[in-house]
């Protein structure tokens, strides 16, 4: 499985655009990249995957180079229940998470 | 509600007794997989079934530790002997996966274990 590396820490103001970088440079041709968010106390939650195309659900849109090597996690209009830390994570049956990114949304 | 469940939310047991904790997948998923989170860490993969089969097992996955899904269903993950580092939240995913889908997995809310 692919590592993935993400800044520890992000800050977003509410109702504006959230982006968050991952870097996957070793990531293999067919390895889909997953990206998952964590709320306090609570089990992660599934928000998008893809593979080369960009991709877009009711949640966010996830945006991957072309060369595959990263991604951004685009959340449109942040909110304060947005405030999590979120995961980029790619595999085949199995994920390996790092410490991911804390995001911050305030008011 | 039809997400993964696990129980119990919280255990609380004194070091060298035995815990199992119990996972139930979403309904119709083939694939089930537990995992080990500890406080600013990400979640670390432990081992995952495909319905009955155990199929790969982390290396930090020690002897103590014994999973199993004995009808494809419901999963169980027992460990024995409790030590102070086995604290943690446990957690359960669960996903479907069929010949070139993908394999985004849904989690429980965790059981947190407390080794005192």
């Known amino acids: 499985d692919a590592k993935t590396t993400q800044p520890p820490s992000m800050d977003c103001a509410e109702g504006r655009a959230a982006n968050l970088p991952c870097n996957h440079s070793?990531?293999?041709?067919?390895?889909?990249v997953y990206w998952y968010r964590q709320i306090h106390s609570q089990g992660p939650q599934y928000i998008i995957h893809g593979l080369k195309n960009n991709e877009t659900n009711e949640m966010a849109s996830l945006i991957i180079t072309e060369d595959r090597k990263s991604s951004t996690l685009i959340l449109p209009h942040a909110t304060l229940r947005d405030t999590a830390v979120y995961y980029c994570t790619s595999g085949y049956s199995t994920l390996t998470f790092g410490k991911g990114t804390m995001l911050l949304v305030s008011p | 509600d039809t997400g993964v469940s696990q129980n119990p939310r919280h255990k609380i047991t004194k070091r060298g007794q035995n815990v199992t904790f119990r996972c139930d997948p979403i309904s119709e998923h083939n694939r089930l997989y537990w995992y080990r989170q500890t406080l600013g860490q990400g979640p670390e993969f432990l081992t995952y079934f495909q319905n009955e089969a155990q199929l790969e097992k982390s290396r930090l996955l020690s002897d103590r530790f014994s999973a199993e899904r004995p009808k494809g269903s419901f999963s169980t993950l027992e460990i024995q002997r409790t030590e102070q580092g086995d604290s943690a939240m446990y957690l359960c995913?669960?996903?479907?996966?069929?010949?070139?889908?993908?394999?985004?997995?849904?989690f429980g809310p965790g059981t947190r274990l407390t080794v005192t």
């Open positions: 995913a669960s996903s479907l996966v069929q010949t070139g889908g993908t394999y985004e997995q849904y």
């Open positions: 070793t990531i293999s041709g067919n390895e889909y």
